[in-house]
Protein backbone atom coordinates (compact mmCIF):
# COMPACT_ATOMS: atom_id res chain seq x y z
CA UNK A 1 0.00 0.00 0.00
CA UNK A 2 1.73 3.62 -1.38
CA UNK A 3 2.10 5.91 1.78
CA UNK A 4 2.21 9.73 1.06
CA UNK A 5 4.06 11.61 3.39
CA UNK A 6 3.72 15.21 3.45
CA UNK A 7 5.97 17.97 4.20
CA UNK A 8 4.72 21.92 3.76
CA UNK A 9 6.59 25.16 4.45
CA UNK A 10 5.70 28.17 3.62
CA UNK A 11 6.57 29.29 -0.25
CA UNK A 12 8.41 25.48 -0.89
CA UNK A 13 7.31 22.93 -3.03
CA UNK A 14 5.54 19.92 -1.84
CA UNK A 15 7.83 17.16 -2.65
CA UNK A 16 7.29 14.61 -5.79
CA UNK A 17 4.96 12.11 -4.84
CA UNK A 18 6.46 9.53 -6.22
CA UNK A 19 6.02 11.13 -9.89
CA UNK A 20 2.51 12.82 -8.93
CA UNK A 21 1.75 16.89 -8.60
CA UNK A 22 4.24 19.06 -7.45
CA UNK A 23 2.74 22.68 -7.06
CA UNK A 24 2.93 25.99 -4.78
CA UNK A 25 1.68 26.56 -1.31
CA UNK A 26 1.01 29.61 -0.45
CA UNK A 27 2.63 31.89 2.25
CA UNK A 28 0.19 31.93 4.80
CA UNK A 29 0.21 28.12 5.40
CA UNK A 30 1.67 27.24 8.70
CA UNK A 31 4.87 24.83 8.40
CA UNK A 32 3.43 21.59 9.90
CA UNK A 33 4.17 18.58 9.37
CA UNK A 34 2.46 15.24 8.42
CA UNK A 35 3.54 11.81 10.42
CA UNK A 36 2.38 8.67 10.06
CA UNK A 37 0.55 7.89 13.65
CA UNK A 38 -3.35 6.96 12.76
CA UNK A 39 -5.32 5.69 10.20
CA UNK A 40 -7.75 7.51 7.64
CA UNK A 41 -9.23 5.54 5.47
CA UNK A 42 -10.45 6.18 1.47
CA UNK A 43 -11.42 9.78 2.20
CA UNK A 44 -12.63 12.54 -0.47
CA UNK A 45 -12.85 16.24 -0.34
CA UNK A 46 -16.54 16.17 -0.61
CA UNK A 47 -17.14 15.42 2.87
CA UNK A 48 -16.74 18.18 4.83
CA UNK A 49 -13.14 18.23 6.45
CA UNK A 50 -14.70 20.46 9.73
CA UNK A 51 -16.95 17.67 10.26
CA UNK A 52 -14.39 15.05 10.43
CA UNK A 53 -12.33 17.82 12.71
CA UNK A 54 -15.29 18.70 15.34
CA UNK A 55 -16.30 14.77 15.75
CA UNK A 56 -11.88 14.35 16.34
CA UNK A 57 -12.56 17.22 18.74
CA UNK A 58 -15.69 16.15 20.62
CA UNK A 59 -15.54 12.44 20.67
CA UNK A 60 -11.92 11.61 20.86
CA UNK A 61 -9.68 14.40 21.22
CA UNK A 62 -7.55 13.13 19.03
CA UNK A 63 -4.57 14.97 16.83
CA UNK A 64 -3.40 12.13 14.79
CA UNK A 65 -4.72 10.76 11.58
CA UNK A 66 -3.99 8.50 8.72
CA UNK A 67 -5.95 8.17 5.55
CA UNK A 68 -6.30 5.94 3.32
CA UNK A 69 -7.53 7.71 -0.13
CA UNK A 70 -9.19 6.81 -3.17
CA UNK A 71 -9.42 10.23 -4.66
CA UNK A 72 -7.29 12.43 -6.84
CA UNK A 73 -3.82 13.75 -5.63
CA UNK A 74 -5.29 17.22 -6.12
CA UNK A 75 -8.43 16.10 -3.52
CA UNK A 76 -5.90 14.67 -1.33
CA UNK A 77 -3.47 18.11 -0.85
CA UNK A 78 -6.61 20.25 -0.42
CA UNK A 79 -7.68 17.49 2.26
CA UNK A 80 -4.62 17.88 3.83
CA UNK A 81 -4.08 21.34 4.32
CA UNK A 82 -7.45 21.82 5.58
CA UNK A 83 -6.40 19.32 8.21
CA UNK A 84 -3.00 20.93 8.59
CA UNK A 85 -4.19 24.37 9.38
CA UNK A 86 -6.16 22.63 12.46
CA UNK A 87 -3.08 21.55 13.50
CA UNK A 88 -3.57 17.86 12.58
CA UNK A 89 -0.85 15.31 12.02
CA UNK A 90 -2.17 12.90 8.69
CA UNK A 91 -0.17 9.93 6.95
CA UNK A 92 -1.62 9.44 3.80
CA UNK A 93 -2.37 6.02 2.15
CA UNK A 94 -3.25 4.74 -1.54
CA UNK A 95 -5.80 2.19 -0.76
CA UNK A 96 -5.24 0.72 -4.01
CA UNK A 97 -1.89 0.01 -3.44
CA UNK A 98 0.53 -2.75 -1.57
CA UNK A 99 -0.19 -4.17 1.91
CA UNK A 100 -2.51 -2.90 4.75
CA UNK A 101 -0.47 -1.07 7.16
CA UNK A 102 -0.74 -2.57 10.94
CA UNK A 103 -0.43 0.30 14.31
CA UNK A 104 -0.15 -0.09 17.26
CA UNK A 105 -3.55 1.32 19.31
CA UNK A 106 -2.75 4.67 20.96
CA UNK A 107 -5.50 7.22 22.15
CA UNK A 108 -4.33 10.14 19.60
CA UNK A 109 -5.21 7.35 16.82
CA UNK A 110 -8.44 7.69 14.79
CA UNK A 111 -9.14 5.96 11.49
CA UNK A 112 -11.82 7.13 8.94
CA UNK A 113 -13.21 5.22 6.07
CA UNK A 114 -15.09 6.31 2.78
CA UNK A 115 -17.38 3.48 2.03
CA UNK A 116 -18.20 5.21 -1.28
CA UNK A 117 -14.87 3.90 -2.23
CA UNK A 118 -14.77 0.90 -4.25
CA UNK A 119 -12.36 -1.16 -2.17
CA UNK A 120 -13.87 -0.31 1.47
CA UNK A 121 -15.27 -3.79 2.16
CA UNK A 122 -11.50 -5.27 1.28
CA UNK A 123 -10.19 -2.43 3.51
CA UNK A 124 -12.48 -3.46 6.53
CA UNK A 125 -11.50 -7.02 6.13
CA UNK A 126 -8.12 -6.30 6.06
CA UNK A 127 -8.52 -4.51 9.21
CA UNK A 128 -10.57 -7.34 10.89
CA UNK A 129 -7.88 -9.58 10.16
CA UNK A 130 -5.38 -7.06 11.97
CA UNK A 131 -7.68 -7.10 14.88
CA UNK A 132 -7.98 -3.26 14.51
CA UNK A 133 -11.75 -3.04 14.67
CA UNK A 134 -11.45 -4.00 18.03
CA UNK A 135 -11.15 -1.64 20.99
CA UNK A 136 -8.89 0.72 21.40
CA UNK A 137 -8.92 1.13 17.94
CA UNK A 138 -10.53 4.32 17.12
CA UNK A 139 -12.99 4.74 13.70
CA UNK A 140 -15.19 7.19 11.57
CA UNK A 141 -16.99 5.22 8.72
CA UNK A 142 -18.73 8.24 6.23
CA UNK A 143 -20.98 7.78 2.88
CA UNK A 144 -23.27 9.47 1.32
CA UNK A 145 -25.35 6.15 0.12
CA UNK A 146 -27.57 4.62 2.61
CA UNK A 147 -27.31 1.24 0.51
CA UNK A 148 -23.45 1.55 1.71
CA UNK A 149 -24.74 1.75 4.80
CA UNK A 150 -26.45 -1.86 4.69
CA UNK A 151 -23.75 -3.28 2.82
CA UNK A 152 -21.43 -1.98 5.78
CA UNK A 153 -23.92 -3.68 8.30
CA UNK A 154 -24.08 -7.18 6.54
CA UNK A 155 -20.21 -6.74 6.61
CA UNK A 156 -19.62 -6.21 9.69
CA UNK A 157 -21.87 -8.26 10.97
CA UNK A 158 -19.24 -11.28 10.48
CA UNK A 159 -17.03 -9.00 12.95
CA UNK A 160 -17.26 -8.89 16.85
CA UNK A 161 -17.91 -5.27 17.14
CA UNK A 162 -19.14 -5.61 20.01
CA UNK A 163 -20.31 -2.83 22.80
CA UNK A 164 -16.81 -1.77 23.67
CA UNK A 165 -16.21 -1.00 20.48
CA UNK A 166 -15.76 3.10 19.00
CA UNK A 167 -17.10 2.91 15.31
CA UNK A 168 -19.14 5.48 13.97
CA UNK A 169 -20.91 6.47 10.77
CA UNK A 170 -21.39 9.85 9.27
CA UNK A 171 -23.94 9.56 6.94
CA UNK A 172 -24.26 12.59 4.65
CA UNK A 173 -27.51 14.08 5.04
CA UNK A 174 -27.06 16.92 2.65
CA UNK A 175 -24.44 19.91 1.46
CA UNK A 176 -24.78 20.83 5.27
CA UNK A 177 -25.41 17.74 7.24
CA UNK A 178 -24.42 14.65 9.14
CA UNK A 179 -25.99 12.47 10.96
CA UNK A 180 -23.52 10.83 13.53
CA UNK A 181 -23.81 7.52 14.91
CA UNK A 182 -23.06 4.40 16.51
CA UNK A 183 -22.34 1.01 15.44
CA UNK A 184 -22.19 -2.03 17.61
CA UNK A 185 -23.20 -5.23 18.56
CA UNK A 186 -23.97 -6.90 22.36
CA UNK A 187 -23.02 -9.93 22.05
CA UNK A 188 -21.24 -12.57 19.16
CA UNK A 189 -23.73 -13.48 16.52
CA UNK A 190 -26.15 -10.73 17.40
CA UNK A 191 -27.16 -7.81 15.26
CA UNK A 192 -25.85 -4.56 14.50
CA UNK A 193 -27.31 -1.73 16.04
CA UNK A 194 -27.01 1.72 14.43
CA UNK A 195 -28.20 4.24 17.59
CA UNK A 196 -28.27 7.93 16.27
CA UNK A 197 -26.57 10.47 18.57
CA UNK A 198 -26.38 13.86 17.10
CA UNK A 199 -26.97 15.46 13.60
CA UNK A 200 -24.16 17.97 12.64
CA UNK A 201 -24.74 20.93 10.78
CA UNK A 202 -22.28 23.29 9.04
CA UNK A 203 -23.20 26.56 10.74
CA UNK A 204 -23.71 24.86 14.19
CA UNK A 205 -21.61 22.09 14.13
CA UNK A 206 -22.42 19.53 16.84
CA UNK A 207 -24.24 22.42 19.02
CA UNK A 208 -24.69 20.80 22.61
CA UNK A 209 -23.23 17.73 21.95
CA UNK A 210 -20.13 16.93 24.14
CA UNK A 211 -19.79 13.35 23.34
CA UNK A 212 -20.63 9.74 24.09
CA UNK A 213 -20.10 8.39 27.42
CA UNK A 214 -19.80 4.48 25.90
CA UNK A 215 -20.28 2.81 29.42
CA UNK A 216 -23.19 5.29 30.10
CA UNK A 217 -24.88 5.26 26.92
CA UNK A 218 -24.73 0.80 26.16
CA UNK A 219 -25.34 0.38 29.91
CA UNK A 220 -28.31 -1.42 29.15
CA UNK A 221 -27.34 -4.45 27.54
CA UNK A 222 -31.37 -5.43 26.05
CA UNK A 223 -31.01 -8.80 27.83
CA UNK A 224 -27.62 -10.24 26.86
CA UNK A 225 -26.85 -13.42 28.04
CA UNK A 226 -24.03 -13.24 30.87
CA UNK A 227 -22.64 -16.64 31.42
CA UNK A 228 -21.52 -16.31 34.92
CA UNK A 229 -19.26 -18.78 37.24
CA UNK A 230 -19.93 -19.31 40.74
CA UNK A 231 -17.86 -21.28 42.92
CA UNK A 232 -19.72 -23.60 45.57
CA UNK A 233 -17.21 -25.60 47.85
CA UNK A 234 -19.77 -26.67 50.48
CA UNK A 235 -23.34 -28.12 48.48
CA UNK A 236 -25.47 -26.90 51.61
CA UNK A 237 -25.04 -23.50 50.06
CA UNK A 238 -26.67 -24.37 46.80
CA UNK A 239 -29.94 -23.89 49.67
CA UNK A 240 -28.80 -20.32 51.18
CA UNK A 241 -27.33 -18.63 48.47
CA UNK A 242 -30.32 -15.84 49.16
CA UNK A 243 -31.59 -16.34 52.51
CA UNK A 244 -28.51 -14.89 54.53
CA UNK A 245 -28.15 -18.12 55.96
CA UNK A 246 -25.22 -20.02 57.40
CA UNK A 247 -23.69 -17.34 56.05
CA UNK A 248 -20.04 -18.37 57.62
CA UNK A 249 -20.15 -21.50 54.77
CA UNK A 250 -18.47 -19.99 51.37
CA UNK A 251 -18.16 -16.63 53.03
CA UNK A 252 -16.22 -15.54 50.07
CA UNK A 253 -19.02 -16.34 47.25
CA UNK A 254 -22.59 -15.18 48.85
CA UNK A 255 -21.54 -11.90 49.09
CA UNK A 256 -20.42 -11.55 45.75
CA UNK A 257 -23.13 -13.37 44.55
CA UNK A 258 -26.02 -11.55 45.22
CA UNK A 259 -24.32 -8.07 43.91
CA UNK A 260 -23.51 -9.76 40.79
CA UNK A 261 -27.24 -10.52 40.85
CA UNK A 262 -27.89 -6.52 41.91
CA UNK A 263 -25.23 -6.07 38.79
CA UNK A 264 -26.77 -8.05 36.10
CA UNK A 265 -29.90 -6.67 36.55
CA UNK A 266 -28.45 -3.27 37.18
CA UNK A 267 -27.07 -3.47 33.24
CA UNK A 268 -30.26 -5.09 32.06
CA UNK A 269 -28.56 -8.53 31.24
CA UNK A 270 -29.93 -12.44 31.33
CA UNK A 271 -28.17 -14.36 34.38
CA UNK A 272 -26.77 -17.41 33.46
CA UNK A 273 -24.79 -19.48 36.06
CA UNK A 274 -22.34 -21.81 36.18
CA UNK A 275 -21.27 -23.43 39.11
CA UNK A 276 -18.25 -25.17 39.58
CA UNK A 277 -16.03 -26.74 42.67
CA UNK A 278 -12.84 -25.05 42.68
CA UNK A 279 -11.36 -21.52 41.33
CA UNK A 280 -8.76 -23.45 39.40
CA UNK A 281 -5.12 -24.91 39.01
CA UNK A 282 -2.91 -24.39 35.98
CA UNK A 283 -1.48 -27.32 34.43
CA UNK A 284 2.42 -27.86 34.70
CA UNK A 285 3.04 -28.97 31.57
CA UNK A 286 0.40 -26.41 29.31
CA UNK A 287 -1.01 -23.09 29.77
CA UNK A 288 -4.43 -23.81 30.51
CA UNK A 289 -5.97 -23.96 34.31
CA UNK A 290 -8.69 -26.12 35.09
CA UNK A 291 -11.97 -24.92 37.12
CA UNK A 292 -13.74 -21.77 36.57
CA UNK A 293 -10.70 -20.12 35.24
CA UNK A 294 -10.33 -22.43 32.30
CA UNK A 295 -13.59 -22.09 31.44
CA UNK A 296 -13.08 -18.09 31.38
CA UNK A 297 -9.62 -19.03 29.34
CA UNK A 298 -12.18 -21.27 26.72
CA UNK A 299 -14.53 -18.16 26.03
CA UNK A 300 -17.12 -19.86 27.86
CA UNK A 301 -17.70 -18.05 30.87
CA UNK A 302 -17.86 -13.92 30.98
CA UNK A 303 -16.93 -13.35 34.80
CA UNK A 304 -17.37 -14.67 37.77
CA UNK A 305 -19.29 -14.28 41.29
CA UNK A 306 -16.51 -15.34 43.38
CA UNK A 307 -13.61 -13.51 44.24
CA UNK A 308 -9.99 -14.28 44.22
CA UNK A 309 -6.26 -13.40 44.67
CA UNK A 310 -4.48 -11.31 42.20
CA UNK A 311 -1.14 -13.33 41.46
CA UNK A 312 1.71 -12.40 38.86
CA UNK A 313 0.56 -16.41 37.50
CA UNK A 314 -3.28 -15.29 36.74
CA UNK A 315 -2.60 -11.72 35.49
CA UNK A 316 -1.83 -12.88 31.64
CA UNK A 317 -5.36 -15.09 31.68
CA UNK A 318 -7.93 -12.95 33.46
CA UNK A 319 -8.65 -9.07 33.61
CA UNK A 320 -10.41 -7.97 37.05
CA UNK A 321 -13.10 -5.67 37.96
CA UNK A 322 -13.33 -4.89 41.44
CA UNK A 323 -12.30 -5.46 44.93
CA UNK A 324 -15.96 -6.05 46.11
CA UNK A 325 -15.24 -8.25 50.01
CA UNK A 326 -12.24 -7.11 52.09
CA UNK A 327 -11.27 -9.65 54.05
CA UNK A 328 -9.03 -10.47 57.00
CA UNK A 329 -7.22 -13.72 57.27
CA UNK A 330 -4.97 -14.24 61.22
CA UNK A 331 -4.34 -16.23 64.06
CA UNK A 332 -7.29 -16.10 66.72
CA UNK A 333 -7.08 -17.01 70.08
CA UNK A 334 -8.55 -15.95 73.55
CA UNK A 335 -6.03 -14.12 75.78
CA UNK A 336 -4.55 -16.63 78.33
CA UNK A 337 -4.34 -15.60 82.11
CA UNK A 338 -1.12 -14.24 83.13
CA UNK A 339 -0.05 -16.90 85.27
CA UNK A 340 0.15 -19.10 82.05
CA UNK A 341 2.56 -17.24 80.06
CA UNK A 342 4.65 -15.40 82.53
CA UNK A 343 5.81 -15.33 86.45
CA UNK A 344 2.95 -13.55 88.31
CA UNK A 345 4.86 -11.99 91.01
CA UNK A 346 7.52 -10.51 88.87
CA UNK A 347 5.02 -8.54 86.50
CA UNK A 348 4.33 -5.48 89.49
CA UNK A 349 7.81 -4.24 87.95
CA UNK A 350 9.98 -3.87 84.96
CA UNK A 351 13.73 -5.57 85.34
CA UNK A 352 15.13 -1.64 86.07
CA UNK A 353 13.33 -1.51 89.35
CA UNK A 354 13.73 -4.92 90.57
CA UNK A 355 17.66 -3.65 90.52
CA UNK A 356 16.87 -0.76 92.03
CA UNK A 357 14.34 -2.17 94.83
CA UNK A 358 17.39 -4.74 95.52
CA UNK A 359 20.06 -1.74 95.38
CA UNK A 360 17.55 -0.33 97.81
CA UNK A 361 17.42 -3.51 100.24
CA UNK A 362 21.03 -3.35 100.44
CA UNK A 363 21.53 0.18 101.11
CA UNK A 364 18.69 -0.16 103.82
CA UNK A 365 20.87 -3.34 105.13
CA UNK A 366 23.67 -0.97 105.61
CA UNK A 367 22.10 1.82 107.23
CA UNK A 368 19.92 -0.41 109.31
CA UNK A 369 23.53 -2.47 110.31
CA UNK A 370 24.87 1.40 111.10
CA UNK A 371 22.36 2.65 113.52
CA UNK A 372 21.24 -0.45 115.36
CA UNK A 373 25.18 -0.18 116.07
CA UNK A 374 25.49 2.84 117.06
CA UNK A 375 22.26 2.37 119.20
CA UNK A 376 23.99 -0.25 120.74
CA UNK A 377 27.20 1.58 121.40
CA UNK A 378 25.04 4.27 122.70
CA UNK A 379 23.35 2.28 124.52
CA UNK A 380 19.35 3.79 123.67
CA UNK A 381 17.82 0.75 122.46
CA UNK A 382 14.63 0.54 123.84
CA UNK A 383 15.78 -3.76 124.73
CA UNK A 384 19.56 -4.54 125.33
CA UNK A 385 20.66 -6.29 122.11
CA UNK A 386 23.77 -8.62 122.05
CA UNK A 387 26.13 -7.59 119.21
CA UNK A 388 24.56 -6.63 116.44
CA UNK A 389 25.43 -8.76 113.49
CA UNK A 390 24.51 -8.61 109.54
CA UNK A 391 22.41 -11.23 109.50
CA UNK A 392 19.88 -9.46 111.92
CA UNK A 393 19.85 -6.37 109.12
CA UNK A 394 19.39 -8.34 106.58
CA UNK A 395 16.00 -10.02 108.66
CA UNK A 396 14.92 -6.46 109.11
CA UNK A 397 15.08 -5.02 106.05
CA UNK A 398 13.17 -8.25 104.65
CA UNK A 399 10.82 -7.70 106.48
CA UNK A 400 10.62 -4.44 106.09
CA UNK A 401 10.15 -5.38 102.19
CA UNK A 402 7.52 -8.09 102.88
CA UNK A 403 5.09 -5.69 105.08
CA UNK A 404 4.64 -3.31 101.91
CA UNK A 405 2.32 -3.32 99.11
CA UNK A 406 2.47 -1.48 95.47
CA UNK A 407 0.24 -1.08 93.27
CA UNK A 408 2.71 -0.02 90.31
CA UNK A 409 2.03 -1.21 86.63
CA UNK A 410 5.04 -2.09 84.81
CA UNK A 411 5.00 0.21 81.38
CA UNK A 412 7.41 -2.28 79.75
CA UNK A 413 5.68 -3.26 76.08
CA UNK A 414 5.39 -6.83 76.88
CA UNK A 415 3.68 -7.19 73.27
CA UNK A 416 4.90 -10.16 70.92
CA UNK A 417 6.11 -9.63 67.34
CA UNK A 418 5.71 -12.08 64.86
CA UNK A 419 9.32 -12.15 63.38
CA UNK A 420 9.92 -14.25 59.32
CA UNK A 421 12.04 -17.26 60.77
CA UNK A 422 9.12 -17.74 63.42
CA UNK A 423 6.56 -17.75 59.85
CA UNK A 424 9.03 -19.89 58.46
CA UNK A 425 8.98 -22.76 61.98
CA UNK A 426 4.89 -22.43 61.79
CA UNK A 427 4.71 -23.63 58.45
CA UNK A 428 7.22 -26.28 58.30
CA UNK A 429 5.89 -27.51 61.83
CA UNK A 430 2.23 -27.23 61.68
CA UNK A 431 2.01 -28.02 57.41
CA UNK A 432 5.05 -28.82 55.52
CA UNK A 433 5.24 -31.92 56.73
CA UNK A 434 1.70 -32.55 57.44
CA UNK A 435 -0.31 -33.68 54.63
CA UNK A 436 -3.49 -32.64 55.56
CA UNK A 437 -3.37 -32.98 59.06
CA UNK A 438 -2.73 -29.16 59.20
CA UNK A 439 -6.01 -28.14 58.17
CA UNK A 440 -8.72 -28.86 60.22
CA UNK A 441 -12.53 -27.28 59.80
CA UNK A 442 -13.65 -24.05 61.18
CA UNK A 443 -16.20 -25.56 63.19
CA UNK A 444 -13.75 -27.54 64.57
CA UNK A 445 -11.17 -24.80 64.87
CA UNK A 446 -13.75 -22.59 66.93
CA UNK A 447 -14.72 -25.08 69.34
CA UNK A 448 -10.59 -25.87 69.98
CA UNK A 449 -10.49 -21.87 70.17
CA UNK A 450 -13.71 -21.84 72.94
CA UNK A 451 -11.66 -24.20 75.20
CA UNK A 452 -8.56 -22.10 75.63
CA UNK A 453 -4.92 -22.22 74.89
CA UNK A 454 -5.33 -22.59 71.10
CA UNK A 455 -4.96 -20.47 67.93
CA UNK A 456 -6.90 -20.40 65.09
CA UNK A 457 -5.63 -19.64 61.42
CA UNK A 458 -8.51 -18.75 59.31
CA UNK A 459 -10.58 -15.81 57.81
CA UNK A 460 -12.04 -13.40 60.90
CA UNK A 461 -15.43 -13.03 59.58
CA UNK A 462 -17.38 -16.30 59.22
CA UNK A 463 -15.21 -17.15 62.87
CA UNK A 464 -16.86 -14.22 64.12
CA UNK A 465 -20.22 -15.47 62.96
CA UNK A 466 -19.90 -18.88 65.01
CA UNK A 467 -18.39 -16.65 68.17
CA UNK A 468 -20.95 -14.78 68.04
CA UNK A 469 -23.75 -18.45 68.21
CA UNK A 470 -21.63 -20.32 70.08
CA UNK A 471 -19.70 -18.52 72.83
CA UNK A 472 -20.57 -17.32 76.02
CA UNK A 473 -20.41 -13.34 76.62
CA UNK A 474 -17.62 -13.49 78.91
CA UNK A 475 -16.16 -16.00 76.53
CA UNK A 476 -15.98 -13.14 74.03
CA UNK A 477 -13.84 -11.20 75.98
CA UNK A 478 -10.18 -11.19 75.74
CA UNK A 479 -10.27 -12.27 71.87
CA UNK A 480 -7.18 -11.35 70.25
CA UNK A 481 -5.95 -11.92 66.81
CA UNK A 482 -2.50 -12.12 65.72
CA UNK A 483 -1.27 -11.56 62.14
CA UNK A 484 0.66 -13.93 60.16
CA UNK A 485 1.23 -12.98 56.53
CA UNK A 486 -0.04 -10.67 54.84
CA UNK A 487 -2.47 -12.41 52.23
CA UNK A 488 -3.64 -9.25 50.20
CA UNK A 489 -7.45 -8.63 49.23
CA UNK A 490 -9.62 -10.19 46.90
CA UNK A 491 -11.05 -8.83 43.42
CA UNK A 492 -13.79 -10.13 41.21
CA UNK A 493 -12.44 -11.42 37.95
CA UNK A 494 -13.52 -11.49 34.20
CA UNK A 495 -12.73 -12.79 31.06
CA UNK A 496 -9.69 -11.09 29.72
CA UNK A 497 -10.81 -8.46 27.30
CA UNK A 498 -14.45 -8.72 27.75
CA UNK A 499 -16.34 -5.93 25.88
CA UNK A 500 -18.57 -5.79 29.28
CA UNK A 501 -15.80 -4.62 31.11
CA UNK A 502 -15.67 -1.24 31.94
CA UNK A 503 -19.86 -1.26 32.41
CA UNK A 504 -19.54 -3.76 35.06
CA UNK A 505 -16.60 -2.05 36.51
CA UNK A 506 -18.57 1.44 36.94
CA UNK A 507 -21.65 -0.59 37.83
CA UNK A 508 -19.81 -2.51 40.87
CA UNK A 509 -18.54 1.52 41.90
CA UNK A 510 -22.20 3.29 41.63
CA UNK A 511 -22.49 0.38 44.14
CA UNK A 512 -19.75 1.23 46.89
CA UNK A 513 -20.75 4.56 46.40
CA UNK A 514 -24.08 4.27 46.77
CA UNK A 515 -23.83 1.81 49.97
CA UNK A 516 -25.84 -0.97 48.18
CA UNK A 517 -22.19 -3.08 48.70
CA UNK A 518 -21.88 -2.36 52.14
CA UNK A 519 -25.36 -3.27 52.51
CA UNK A 520 -24.54 -6.71 51.89
CA UNK A 521 -21.13 -7.29 52.90
CA UNK A 522 -23.15 -5.72 56.85
CA UNK A 523 -25.84 -8.20 56.72
CA UNK A 524 -22.74 -11.38 55.52
CA UNK A 525 -19.47 -10.22 57.12
CA UNK A 526 -19.57 -10.04 61.41
CA UNK A 527 -17.44 -8.24 63.01
CA UNK A 528 -15.50 -8.96 66.31
CA UNK A 529 -18.11 -9.54 68.78
CA UNK A 530 -18.00 -6.90 71.79
CA UNK A 531 -17.44 -7.83 75.09
CA UNK A 532 -20.26 -7.12 77.51
CA UNK A 533 -20.69 -9.75 80.21
CA UNK A 534 -16.99 -8.67 82.26
CA UNK A 535 -18.89 -8.40 85.11
CA UNK A 536 -20.33 -11.71 85.12
CA UNK A 537 -17.18 -13.47 84.47
CA UNK A 538 -14.97 -14.90 87.27
CA UNK A 539 -11.03 -16.01 87.53
CA UNK A 540 -10.70 -18.89 89.66
CA UNK A 541 -7.07 -19.38 90.78
CA UNK A 542 -5.04 -22.92 90.76
CA UNK A 543 -2.15 -24.33 91.29
CA UNK A 544 -0.42 -22.83 88.10
CA UNK A 545 -1.51 -19.05 89.54
CA UNK A 546 0.58 -20.29 93.54
CA UNK A 547 3.37 -22.02 91.72
CA UNK A 548 5.99 -19.33 91.47
CA UNK A 549 4.40 -18.84 95.18
CA UNK A 550 4.90 -22.50 96.64
CA UNK A 551 8.10 -22.60 94.96
CA UNK A 552 9.56 -19.38 96.72
CA UNK A 553 8.42 -20.69 100.28
CA UNK A 554 9.82 -24.02 99.59
CA UNK A 555 13.46 -22.60 98.97
CA UNK A 556 12.70 -20.44 101.91
CA UNK A 557 12.17 -23.46 103.88
CA UNK A 558 14.96 -25.58 102.56
CA UNK A 559 17.74 -22.58 103.22
CA UNK A 560 15.94 -22.15 106.52
CA UNK A 561 16.42 -25.73 106.74
CA UNK A 562 20.22 -25.76 105.68
CA UNK A 563 21.27 -22.90 107.24
CA UNK A 564 19.62 -24.66 110.75
CA UNK A 565 21.87 -27.80 110.12
CA UNK A 566 24.95 -25.88 109.45
CA UNK A 567 24.40 -23.78 112.70
CA UNK A 568 23.71 -26.94 114.84
CA UNK A 569 26.79 -28.53 113.36
CA UNK A 570 29.04 -25.02 114.15
CA UNK A 571 26.83 -24.95 117.92
CA UNK A 572 27.86 -28.71 118.78
CA UNK A 573 31.76 -28.18 117.42
CA UNK A 574 31.85 -24.61 119.10
CA UNK A 575 30.58 -26.68 122.64
CA UNK A 576 33.05 -29.52 122.25
CA UNK A 577 35.75 -27.15 121.42
CA UNK A 578 35.16 -25.60 124.80
Known amino acids: MKMYHFKIKPTKRLFNMKGALQREIVEDVPPLVAVASCKLIALQVHFETNFIIDFLKVEFGASHLTAFLCCEKTEILKFTQNLFSSNYKVAIYDTYVGDFPKYEPSPDNVFVLDLDCFNSPEILDKAHEEKMLLTPYKWLLLTRNMENVKQMKNKLFKYDILVDSLIYLGLKLNDSAYSLSEIFKFYKGGPIHNRQLVVWMKDGGFGDYKGTVITNARRNLMGTLLKT???????????????????????????????????????????????????????????????????????????SASSLYITKERIPDLDFLSLTLPTEIKFIFRQPPLSHVTNIFILPFSTTVWISLFGLVTLAVVVIYVVKSWEHKRGIARKKLEEVTVSDSVMVALGAVCQQGTIYEPMSDNGKTATEPLRKEIFDERLRFKTNRGFISLEEGIRRLRQGFYAFHCELPPAYTLISEQFLESEKCGLQTLQYVQAGQLWLPIKKRSPFREILKIGLQKFHEYGIQSRELNRLQDKKPKCLGTGNSYVSVGLVEATPAIVILAAGFSIALILFIFEHIVHCISTISK
Do not use: C
Not at 239 to 255: A, G, M
Not at 265 to 270: H, I, P, R
Open 229 to 303: AVVIVYNESYNHLWDYRRKHVDSLTKPNFLLMNILIEYVNGTKDFTYFKTWGYKNKTDKWYDGMIGEMQKDRIEL
